[in-house]
Protein backbone atom coordinates (compact mmCIF):
# COMPACT_ATOMS: atom_id res chain seq x y z
CA UNK A 1 0.00 0.00 0.00
CA UNK A 2 2.91 2.37 0.32
CA UNK A 3 4.30 1.69 -2.40
CA UNK A 4 1.34 2.36 -4.35
CA UNK A 5 0.81 5.75 -2.68
CA UNK A 6 4.36 6.80 -3.02
CA UNK A 7 4.65 5.96 -6.98
CA UNK A 8 1.07 7.83 -7.21
CA UNK A 9 3.19 10.74 -5.26
CA UNK A 10 5.76 10.56 -7.95
CA UNK A 11 3.42 10.77 -10.55
CA UNK A 12 1.81 13.78 -8.93
CA UNK A 13 4.75 15.18 -8.65
CA UNK A 14 6.03 14.84 -12.28
CA UNK A 15 2.74 16.27 -13.55
CA UNK A 16 2.94 19.16 -11.65
CA UNK A 17 6.67 19.79 -12.65
CA UNK A 18 5.52 19.36 -16.46
CA UNK A 19 2.71 21.67 -16.37
CA UNK A 20 4.81 24.54 -14.50
CA UNK A 21 7.63 24.28 -16.81
CA UNK A 22 5.37 24.92 -19.22
CA UNK A 23 3.62 27.49 -18.18
CA UNK A 24 6.74 29.12 -17.22
CA UNK A 25 8.03 29.17 -20.68
CA UNK A 26 4.98 31.54 -21.56
CA UNK A 27 6.57 34.24 -19.00
CA UNK A 28 9.57 35.77 -21.47
CA UNK A 29 10.46 38.72 -18.94
CA UNK A 30 11.39 37.16 -15.36
CA UNK A 31 13.69 39.23 -13.16
CA UNK A 32 16.72 37.49 -11.47
CA UNK A 33 15.99 38.92 -8.08
CA UNK A 34 19.17 39.32 -5.92
CA UNK A 35 19.07 38.39 -2.15
CA UNK A 36 18.99 41.61 0.12
CA UNK A 37 22.02 40.59 2.24
CA UNK A 38 24.75 37.23 1.86
CA UNK A 39 23.44 34.44 3.67
CA UNK A 40 26.99 34.36 4.62
CA UNK A 41 26.51 37.16 7.40
CA UNK A 42 23.55 34.88 9.03
CA UNK A 43 23.59 34.75 12.52
CA UNK A 44 25.85 32.34 14.35
CA UNK A 45 24.28 32.55 17.83
CA UNK A 46 20.25 31.99 17.66
CA UNK A 47 18.30 31.60 21.18
CA UNK A 48 20.17 29.78 23.28
CA UNK A 49 22.39 27.83 20.11
CA UNK A 50 25.36 28.83 18.86
CA UNK A 51 27.26 28.07 15.20
CA UNK A 52 28.94 24.72 15.33
CA UNK A 53 30.10 24.03 12.36
CA UNK A 54 29.05 24.89 8.70
CA UNK A 55 29.33 22.28 5.55
CA UNK A 56 29.87 23.01 2.01
CA UNK A 57 29.15 21.71 -0.93
CA UNK A 58 30.91 20.54 -3.86
CA UNK A 59 30.97 22.72 -7.13
CA UNK A 60 29.29 20.10 -8.77
CA UNK A 61 26.14 19.54 -6.56
CA UNK A 62 26.06 23.81 -6.52
CA UNK A 63 25.72 23.33 -10.37
CA UNK A 64 23.40 20.83 -10.36
CA UNK A 65 20.62 22.64 -7.63
CA UNK A 66 21.26 26.00 -9.60
CA UNK A 67 21.12 27.64 -5.76
CA UNK A 68 22.98 31.19 -5.54
CA UNK A 69 23.43 31.38 -2.14
CA UNK A 70 23.51 29.32 0.78
CA UNK A 71 24.14 28.20 3.99
CA UNK A 72 24.26 24.69 5.84
CA UNK A 73 24.87 24.90 9.66
CA UNK A 74 24.92 22.73 12.68
CA UNK A 75 24.27 24.64 15.70
CA UNK A 76 24.59 23.69 19.06
CA UNK A 77 23.07 24.38 22.74
CA UNK A 78 24.58 23.89 26.14
CA UNK A 79 22.81 20.42 26.44
CA UNK A 80 24.37 19.54 23.49
CA UNK A 81 21.78 19.17 21.63
CA UNK A 82 22.24 19.81 17.45
CA UNK A 83 19.69 21.35 14.95
CA UNK A 84 21.22 21.66 11.17
CA UNK A 85 20.14 24.77 9.29
CA UNK A 86 19.61 24.66 5.86
CA UNK A 87 18.71 27.39 3.83
CA UNK A 88 18.74 27.70 0.17
CA UNK A 89 18.18 30.86 -2.19
CA UNK A 90 17.28 30.87 -6.16
CA UNK A 91 17.37 34.40 -7.88
CA UNK A 92 14.99 32.60 -10.35
CA UNK A 93 13.32 29.14 -9.35
CA UNK A 94 13.51 27.35 -12.74
CA UNK A 95 15.92 29.09 -14.83
CA UNK A 96 19.12 27.48 -13.78
CA UNK A 97 17.86 25.30 -11.10
CA UNK A 98 15.17 24.57 -8.27
CA UNK A 99 14.09 23.00 -5.28
CA UNK A 100 14.51 19.22 -4.23
CA UNK A 101 12.10 18.39 -1.96
CA UNK A 102 13.07 16.59 1.17
CA UNK A 103 10.48 13.84 0.17
CA UNK A 104 12.01 12.90 -2.71
CA UNK A 105 15.36 13.59 -1.42
CA UNK A 106 15.05 11.67 1.89
CA UNK A 107 14.47 8.30 0.52
CA UNK A 108 17.15 8.22 -1.97
CA UNK A 109 19.61 8.92 1.02
CA UNK A 110 18.61 6.14 2.77
CA UNK A 111 15.95 7.64 5.33
CA UNK A 112 12.52 6.60 5.25
CA UNK A 113 10.13 8.75 6.26
CA UNK A 114 7.55 7.72 8.61
CA UNK A 115 5.38 10.45 9.41
CA UNK A 116 4.67 13.89 7.04
CA UNK A 117 2.10 16.63 8.53
CA UNK A 118 2.16 20.31 9.35
CA UNK A 119 2.84 22.45 12.20
CA UNK A 120 1.55 25.60 12.89
CA UNK A 121 4.76 28.47 13.78
CA UNK A 122 4.29 31.56 15.96
CA UNK A 123 6.02 33.49 12.74
CA UNK A 124 6.43 36.50 15.00
CA UNK A 125 6.61 38.37 11.24
CA UNK A 126 4.62 42.19 11.07
CA UNK A 127 1.15 41.31 9.44
CA UNK A 128 1.19 37.15 10.04
CA UNK A 129 0.65 35.80 13.70
CA UNK A 130 1.07 32.15 12.79
CA UNK A 131 2.87 30.06 9.97
CA UNK A 132 2.04 26.48 8.50
CA UNK A 133 5.24 24.67 7.97
CA UNK A 134 5.87 20.66 6.96
CA UNK A 135 6.75 18.56 9.36
CA UNK A 136 8.55 14.96 8.60
CA UNK A 137 9.79 11.99 11.33
CA UNK A 138 12.64 10.58 9.82
CA UNK A 139 14.36 6.82 10.34
CA UNK A 140 17.38 5.07 9.13
CA UNK A 141 17.34 1.92 11.26
CA UNK A 142 17.26 2.99 14.84
CA UNK A 143 17.83 6.62 14.45
CA UNK A 144 14.71 9.33 14.28
CA UNK A 145 15.05 12.85 13.12
CA UNK A 146 12.38 15.44 12.90
CA UNK A 147 12.69 17.60 10.42
CA UNK A 148 10.74 21.22 9.74
CA UNK A 149 10.62 22.52 5.93
CA UNK A 150 9.21 25.46 4.32
CA UNK A 151 9.24 28.15 1.46
CA UNK A 152 9.70 31.64 2.12
CA UNK A 153 9.29 32.84 -1.05
CA UNK A 154 7.83 36.16 -1.97
CA UNK A 155 6.11 37.39 1.12
CA UNK A 156 4.47 34.22 1.53
CA UNK A 157 5.26 31.02 4.11
CA UNK A 158 4.13 28.13 1.97
CA UNK A 159 4.18 24.35 3.38
CA UNK A 160 3.33 22.50 0.46
CA UNK A 161 5.99 21.85 -2.67
CA UNK A 162 2.06 22.02 -4.55
CA UNK A 163 1.39 25.22 -3.83
CA UNK A 164 4.64 26.48 -3.93
CA UNK A 165 4.56 25.50 -7.76
CA UNK A 166 1.02 27.18 -7.86
CA UNK A 167 2.52 30.38 -6.69
CA UNK A 168 5.50 30.24 -8.72
CA UNK A 169 3.86 30.03 -11.54
CA UNK A 170 0.99 32.89 -10.97
CA UNK A 171 3.99 35.35 -9.43
CA UNK A 172 6.16 34.49 -12.63
CA UNK A 173 3.12 35.71 -14.94
CA UNK A 174 1.58 38.45 -12.82
CA UNK A 175 4.80 40.14 -11.03
CA UNK A 176 7.15 38.93 -13.23
CA UNK A 177 9.45 36.91 -10.24
CA UNK A 178 10.58 33.71 -9.47
CA UNK A 179 12.84 34.35 -6.76
CA UNK A 180 12.20 31.63 -3.60
CA UNK A 181 13.72 30.51 -0.74
CA UNK A 182 13.74 26.89 0.80
CA UNK A 183 14.51 26.59 4.19
CA UNK A 184 14.85 23.14 6.40
CA UNK A 185 15.42 22.68 10.19
CA UNK A 186 16.39 19.25 10.96
CA UNK A 187 17.23 17.41 14.30
CA UNK A 188 17.89 13.83 15.41
CA UNK A 189 15.65 12.76 18.22
CA UNK A 190 17.24 11.38 20.99
CA UNK A 191 15.92 8.12 22.49
CA UNK A 192 12.68 8.45 20.88
CA UNK A 193 12.11 11.55 22.72
CA UNK A 194 9.73 13.14 20.11
CA UNK A 195 8.24 15.63 21.71
CA UNK A 196 11.13 17.25 23.31
CA UNK A 197 12.84 17.20 19.80
CA UNK A 198 9.89 18.60 18.52
CA UNK A 199 9.51 21.11 20.63
CA UNK A 200 13.27 22.26 20.07
CA UNK A 201 12.94 22.65 16.06
CA UNK A 202 9.77 24.43 16.25
CA UNK A 203 11.22 26.85 18.52
CA UNK A 204 14.42 27.29 16.56
CA UNK A 205 12.29 27.33 13.24
CA UNK A 206 10.12 30.41 14.92
CA UNK A 207 13.50 32.36 15.32
CA UNK A 208 14.87 31.37 11.84
CA UNK A 209 11.76 32.44 10.45
CA UNK A 210 11.71 36.35 11.83
CA UNK A 211 15.91 36.16 11.27
CA UNK A 212 15.41 35.42 7.17
CA UNK A 213 12.88 38.18 6.54
CA UNK A 214 16.39 40.64 6.62
CA UNK A 215 17.83 38.59 4.05
CA UNK A 216 14.67 37.70 1.88
CA UNK A 217 13.17 39.62 -0.97
CA UNK A 218 9.39 40.42 0.35
CA UNK A 219 6.51 40.94 -1.45
CA UNK A 220 7.26 44.01 -3.03
CA UNK A 221 10.90 44.95 -3.89
Not at 21 to 31: D, E, I, M, R
Not at 77 to 83: A, E, K, L, V
Not at 97 to 124: A, M, R
Not at 151 to 168: H, M, T, V
Request: charged share 20%; net charge positive.
Amino acid sequence: MRNTIQIFRVIIVLILFGLTWYLLQLTTSVAKISIKKSLSTFPHEIGEYRLSNSFQSSAAVIEMLGVDDYIQYNYVNDQGDIINLYVGYYKAVGVDGGYHSPKNCLPGGGWGIDQIKTQNLDSGIEGRKKSTVSEMLIREGDSYRIVFYWFQNRGRIIASEYWEKIYLVLDALFKGRRDGTFVRVMSIVPGKDLETTRARVKQFSEQVMVLLEDYLPGAKI
